[in-house]
């Protein structure tokens, strides 16, 4: 077997976006994720594709890379982003030359911009608080980062990478030149694999610092805790930000058939993942409802929490930069390892270029990244397929990209590929058939993850069984035991937000997943 | 709003599930004129129409068969309700079980009548599932017999009701049954259709050639039983069922499926015997307000659309169900009474029946309308009433995740029947 | 804007009641819970289900059976109204607004005008409705004849527009504005406002917010049973009462009462109960302009359980049940109250 050049460690947007680059250059690519795609920061944020004015008055080089990202993305990626705009409103809360700052900031840095009135605004989000009367309206956007994760991974693979879900690194075996050798189980495969790269990459995000570790090198990095509220139902047309010095909660996103509340920014001392609390919750639904008010009568589907790796000498907690940082290791005595920490969904792929960049110098590579330029995908059209109805079309082309036309044949051509499986979101069987076969999907979540069935109002409640039927039907799982954990992963989210209407579908649930079909007891009852 | 005329009735029955029509027909039964007003959408009807009186894991110490006591001591929350009665508990249940099943033989709805035999039978989904009375198509799937036969889940390709493979494979699980085996069918009278409403199923399976069509399907399996998803409305229930079985001779018999016919069957059959026992059934109504005179509530406004309508009674019966079926409504984390009338709070010893999942919120759904032991109701102020009564999931300790389901509602109309029937 | 709607716990209620979806199946009519709850959450992407938001009948079943009474007809008008525009319109709802645009009507005039009334300073005013007006002149002629005969002075309102229910339908705000401001005008100085078609009717108390009656309340709550006698049926005729929804569902059970009540008033008479009686006919929500063929299936599904009842006709209090079901064919239809005038007795 050839050997590999690179292994990246890491299944997030970095990691896969590094992976892609390489494999893209004609490097010997390896990528090791311990768990899902996509299952860690890059799962776990809002969405948003930045148009950098954010962070126009705080942190200027993220804002340009941002804003220059953002036109990128949309060019290459553009199957995953929904270009719904953004508007920066102006409230009682917005300081007194704040938004003059805010300007000119944006006139600085090239950001483009568009001052409306306050009908212009009303027409473009009608359900902003009454008393918002001017906004300014800039080229945010919502991005799908599960999406766009795996379409880095299917474009990576395509190119010759190889790239593993469940595969967590053990060890290292270190050397003169530095890192040797290392050990990995794969847990699909239920082997230990030994791998001998000439060059590591660190993309672990958060746990950047434990694989650092376990080389002896210490990163400084800085994890913090952001928290994020889901709504049911678009109750923005486009982001909504509050025109004020960064807070907790100012940010509307909406996101497929949900709008999503964020954030807060605490640090995070343990180890493992993070959990949104309860009066989180509640100050992002305060802040979220001085935006727009119909919050307050929205349903509150669930909250979670992500972890941002931040440089640590970048400051702390919200006035900490968000740019990114590629670290030789060479410095410390480990030839070849690089580590990767801070950045933004929205600039994963300059971070990934740099990175490689990097590892192309290190390893005598000539070749140039090509991912400004070269499409993730072609955007889909399924109008061939008359036979799907127009809502499937829509959904499929806006969930799957440039695999929608494979995933609307699927569904033709399989026997109950049309039948109805999650109604909130609209998936067929034939699309959770189609993925469901693939090495990578092992459980419901991954599942879950590819297309979005289960994200719904009813978290799975209801569409549960199906999934698990899908899903047994491919891998002959333990049927049983993915539901339970399934609804077990569910629940964590809910728990916060459980009250009015979810508290009562939750109710319904419960009368049926432990009462009749007694899922998690022995036995249901009358 | 105009006025229809006011009607005058013996008692006034506010919810048309299970509890307000059981409630009903006992008095009804009892000589007094009963009206049942109702919003048509009712928990009962999206059950799984089967009942039981006693807690699983009580009934897997005790072994199959369970005597009175036991029955009697281990209904949740009856112990506390009936504090010291159980030897009227024991009456109740046997009664009570004994008029539900007279009343929906009559309406073609056949159940299981021996309340002493536990049930054991297959969801659905595959997996086991306890109850006391079950329709009688549907106990002929006890897995006590089961167990060293051989059983085959037969689904219908459009059907959406059963997924045989998956069944199959969860019964399996349940090591106590052989390996059963799972079995595709394409009706053609299904017409290729990709997925029917299980109403729509139904109506094509009216027709002499579906049936036809279905028992060639089961007579060309191997197997000796047969469960199939729900196939029949209660119109044609028993006969479709019967003729299954006999065309095929095999035991053909229904799963325990929530959600779909059977809770609809319940319902209907409930509705179709109370009316014959001349209750007034005034569906699609809402209660709207409620006079009170001391201790009594004497008068009710009742609105349907434009019109507006009084009605006095001597007896008012609150079976309006939980927070799914209307009778409570939920605020953030605060279960209230819709009507604000009656005092809402939750019963001391009662517990969540639901395990795993620590969802603390749910205990919540543990609060309902309060209610002496007679099942007479507490006004907001903290009057004891003399003529109202609750009955089913309307009640604190009675909502479907913390009591027993429809046998709790089922025996708390009982009891309030009964005792309304003094001052009806 | 769209609202997405709190109070829905998936369970399915709606989609199994929906005549529409139990007919035709989710892969032609996603049903109610997706039209309606679903995929309004999706903001403007609702815009590709226009086509199918036109084929719900506006029956109201849905609603009735869901445990969250969410209004979910109503959440399908919203959103039709929304995404109206003219481009998109099926040719059946671009003839109704041409009707409504060139004569005020649903539908084209007839070319016989039926007898001119005086105008008269009565108190009671009589609106037959664009169907009752152009295409079913008995139903016109029989509550007349029933009105005068009991003694009842009435007036026809003058210059009278289509109630707009159809406008409602098909979301058009603007015709709708237009005919409303022109009703109002013409009843102006009403006490009593009788109707024989429940579109029209419910369309008077949900968006004029006016009262109105249909004749079978006005009958059943103004005339005495004394000036309402019947005589016996040539035959023993087996008759079917089909339960208009846009009667049962929005103006209360109490019209159905009354209309099984005055039946049964009729000798010789034999009631006969079909299968789901308020089950919709298909006529209703502009289907049968917009998807005539969902319209038509629904009305053979109807006949079909009327003939299973062994019924030799079927009668119901709306003009619109009346056409649709005899459209499909196969028994005779009549309105209600042109059947009970065709019953009076001679004798005062």
Not at chain 1, 295 to 312: D, I, P, Q
Not at chain 2, 189 to 216: D, N, P
Not at chain 2, 339 to 361: C, N, P, Y
């Amino acid at each position: 077997m050839p050997r590999i050049e690179v292994l990246v460690i890491g299944g997030g947007a970095t990691g896969v976006g590094v992976a892609r680059d390489l494999a893209l250059r004609g490097v010997r690519t390896m990528l090791l994720e311990r768990s899902d795609f996509c299952s860690g920061s890059s799962g776990a944020n809002h969405g948003m594709l930045h148009s950098g004015a954010r962070y126009a008055l705080s942190d200027a080089q993220s804002a340009r890379d941002c804003a220059s990202e953002n036109e990128i993305l949309r060019k290459v990626a553009g199957f995953c982003i929904q270009d719904c705009g953004g508007v920066f409103v102006r409230t009682a809360l917005t300081p007194e030359g704040h938004k003059e700052s805010f300007l000119k900031a944006l006139k600085d840095l090239g950001i483009a911009n568009q001052p409306l009135s306050g009908s212009e605004l009303r027409v473009r989000e009608p359900r902003l608080a009454p008393e918002i009367d001017e906004g300014i309206a800039v080229r945010d956007a919502s991005i799908d980062p599960f999406a766009l994760v795996l379409a880095n991974v299917r474009s990576a693979r395509q190119a010759g990478a190889e790239i593993r879900n469940y595969a967590e690194v053990r060890s290292f075996k270190l050397g003169r030149g530095g890192v040797e050798e290392v050990l990995a189980r794969d847990a699909t495969k239920g082997e230990t694999i030994r791998i001998k790269p000439e060059l590591v990459v660190n993309a672990s995000g958060a746990s950047a610092g434990h694989i650092s570790s376990m080389v002896g090198l210490s990163l400084p990095l800085l994890v913090d805790k952001g928290s994020m509220l889901v709504f049911d139902g678009r109750l923005v047309n486009g982001l909504v930000n509050h025109l004020r010095p960064a807070a907790d909660g100012d940010v509307l996103v909406p996101s497929h058939s949900a709008t999503i509340a964020g954030t807060t920014s605490t640090q995070h001392m343990r180890p493992g993942k993070a959990t949104a609390t309860k009066e989180e919750s509640k100050r992002l639904l305060h802040e979220a409802a001085l935006l727009v008010p119909a919050v307050k009568e929205a349903r509150m589907v669930r909250a979670f929490a992500g972890l941002r790796h931040l440089r640590s000498d970048s400051g702390l907690g919200r006035g900490a930069s968000r740019s990114h940082q590629v670290i030789d290791h060479r410095d410390q005595g480990i030839d070849n390892m690089v580590s990767l920490t801070g950045g933004k969904l929205t600039t994963y792929r300059l971070m990934a270029e740099r990175c490689a960049d990097l590892v192309c110098q290190k390893l005598g590579v000539r070749s140039r990244g090509i991912t400004a330029r070269e499409p993730l995908g072609p955007s889909p059209d399924l109008r061939q397929f008359p036979r799907l109805s127009s809502w499937s079309r829509l959904r499929m082309s806006s969930r799957y990209g440039p695999l929608a036309t494979e995933v609307a044949k699927h569904c033709l051509r399989s026997e109950r590929g049309l039948e109805v499986a999650c109604s909130c979101e609209y998936v067929l069987r034939g699309e959770l058939d189609f993925f469901a076969k693939d090495e990578d999907v092992r459980g419901l979540d991954d599942l879950m993850r590819r297309t979005r069935a289960g994200m719904g109002y009813c978290q799975g409640g209801l569409c549960v069984m199906k999934l698990a039927s899908v899903l047994h039907e491919r891998k002959k799982c333990d049927a049983r035991e993915v539901i339970g954990t399934f609804l077990e992963e569910r629940a964590k989210g809910i728990e916060m937000v459980l009250e009015g209407p979810q508290l009562r579908q939750e109710v319904l649930k419960m009368y049926l997943l432990a009462g009749t079909y007694g899922l998690r007891k022995q036995g249901g009852e009358g | 709003m105009r006025e229809l005329d006011p009607l005058e009735i013996d008692v006034l029955v506010l919810g048309g599930g299970a509890a307000g029509l059981m409630a009903a027909s006992v008095l009804a039964d009892e000589g007094k004129s009963v009206a049942v007003v109702s919003r048509s959408a009712t928990a009962t009807a999206l059950s799984t129409g089967c009942i039981s009186f006693v807690r699983s894991d009580v009934f897997r110490e005790r072994g199959a068969k369970v005597d009175l006591e036991t029955l009697a001591h281990s209904v949740h929350p009856f112990s506390d309700l009936f504090d010291g009665a159980s030897s009227t508990l024991e009456e109740i249940i046997l009664d009570m079980s004994a008029f539900l099943v007279r009343a929906l033989v009559d309406e073609g709805l056949e159940m299981s009548a021996d309340v002493f035999t536990y049930h054991r039978l297959l969801t659905n989904l595959g997996t086991s599932y306890n109850c006391s009375l079950a329709p009688l198509h549907t106990a002929a799937g006890e897995l006590d017999e089961l167990e060293r036969s051989d059983l085959v889940f037969l689904g219908f390709r459009g059907h959406p009701d059963l997924d045989p493979d998956l069944a199959a494979h969860i019964v399996s699980s349940d090591r106590r049954l052989k390996s059963p085996s799972s079995h595709w069918a394409k009706l053609k009278t299904f017409k290729g259709r990709t997925e029917l409403t299980v109403t729509e199923a139904a109506e094509i399976l009216r027709s002499e050639a579906a049936k036809e069509e279905v028992a060639k399907v089961i007579s060309d399996l191997s197997e000796e039983n047969v469960a199939v998803p729900p196939l029949f409305r209660l119109a044609h229930f028993e006969k479709g069922m019967r003729w299954l079985r006999k065309a095929t001779g095999r035991n053909v018999f229904e799963l325990v499926t929530p959600l779909s016919l059977p809770g609809q069957r319940l319902q209907e059959g409930l509705e179709k015997h109370a009316a014959s026992e001349g209750c007034i059934l005034l569906q699609d109504r809402e209660l709207t307000g409620l006079r009170f005179e001391g201790n009594r509530v004497v008068e009710a406004t009742v609105v349907s659309r434009t019109r507006e309508q009084r009605m006095r009674f001597n007896a008012l019966i609150v079976a309006s169900g939980d927070v799914i079926g209307g009778g409570l409504s939920l605020e953030g984390l605060e279960v209230r009474d819709p009507l604000s009338a009656f005092k809402v709070g939750k019963v001391k010893k009662s517990r969540v029946g639901v395990r795993g999942i620590e969802l603390k919120a749910l205990e919540t759904v543990e609060t309902g309308l309060l209610a002496g032991n007679d099942t007479r109701l507490i006004s907001k102020e903290g009057v004891h009433m003399q003529n109202a009564f609750g009955a089913g999931s309307v009640l604190a300790g009675f909502s479907y995740p913390t009591g027993v389901g429809l046998g709790g509602s089922l025996i708390t109309a009982w009891v309030a029947a009964r005792t309304a029937k003094e001052v009806a | 804007m769209l609202t997405a709607s709190p109070g829905c716990i998936e369970c399915g209620r709606c989609a199994r009641a929906c005549p529409v979806t139990t007919l035709r199946g989710f892969e032609d009519f996603p049903g109610p819970r997706t039209l309606a709850v679903d995929a309004p959450r999706f903001g403007k992407e609702l815009s590709s289900l226009r086509s199918d938001l036109e084929k719900c009948t506006t029956c109201w079943r849905c609603e009735d059976v869901c445990p969250s009474r969410i209004p979910l007809v109503d959440l399908i008008l919203d959103a039709r109204r929304e995404l109206y525009s003219l481009e998109g319109l099926p040719s059946g709802h671009r003839r109704i607004l041409e009707n409504i645009d060139a004569y005020q009507r649903a539908v084209t005039p007839a070319k016989e005008r039926g007898p001119v009334v005086k105008a008269s300073a009565a108190k009671l005013l009589y609106f037959p409705g664009c169907i009752a007006e152009e295409r079913l002149p008995a139903i016109r002629s029989s509550t007349t004849a029933m009105l005068s005969s009991s003694g009842h002075e009435f007036r026809f309102a003058e210059g009278w527009s289509c109630c707009g229910a159809p406008l409602e339908k098909i979301g058009d705000q603007r015709r709708l504005q237009k005919v409303k401001e022109e009703n109002l005008k013409a009843f102006d100085g009403y006490e009593t406002l009788v109707t024989s078609c429940p579109g029209c009717l419910t369309q008077f108390v949900r968006s004029y917010k006016i009262d109105a009656l249909h004749t079978l309340e006005f009958l059943k709550e103004s005339v005495s049973p004394v000036k309402l006698q019947f005589r016996s049926s040539k035959t023993r005729l087996r008759v079917a009462l089909q339960q208009p929804c846009h009667l049962a569902r929005t103006i209360g059970p109490h019209a159905i009462d009354y209309s099984y009540q005055l039946l049964q008033r009729v000798p010789g008479l034999k009631l006969v109960e079909i299968d789901e009686p308020s089950r919709c006919c298909g006529g209703g929500g502009g289907v049968v302009a917009g998807h005539p063929d969902i319209a038509l299936s629904l009305a053979q599904a109807k006949v079909r359980s009327a003939l299973d009842a062994k019924a030799d006709i079927i009668v119901a209090p709306c003009p619109f049940c009346v056409t649709n079901l005899g459209r499909a064919g196969g028994l005779p239809v009549q309105d209600l109250v042109e059947f009970l005038a065709s019953h009076m007795s001679d004798r005062k």
